[in-house]
């Protein structure tokens, strides 16, 4: 099984949605045991971009250090 970025919490990168996936743990288990599949999470190199930068440390952290590819 894939995973976009749907399973994220407002696309912010190293998380997952608590909304949407908030049994993931337990869903990944139940996919692997019950039938012999592999949960594939894919991991989007983006960063949101939203006007209040201090709710996402990587885009703060990504504008301070000029490591954004433009």
Avoid: C
Avoid at 1 to 24: E, G
Avoid at 34 to 39: D, H, R, S, W
């Amino acid at each position: 099984m894939w995973a976009d970025i749907d399973y994220m919490d407002d696309y912010k990168v190293f998380t997952i949605s608590q909304s949407r996936y908030k049994d993931l743990p337990a869903k990944v288990h139940k996919i692997r045991s019950e039938y012999n599949m592999t949960f594939v999470p894919i991991m989007d190199a983006g960063v949101a971009v939203r006007k209040d930068i201090d709710t996402i440390p990587a885009l703060k952290t990504g504008l301070e250090r000029k490591v954004f590819i433009k």
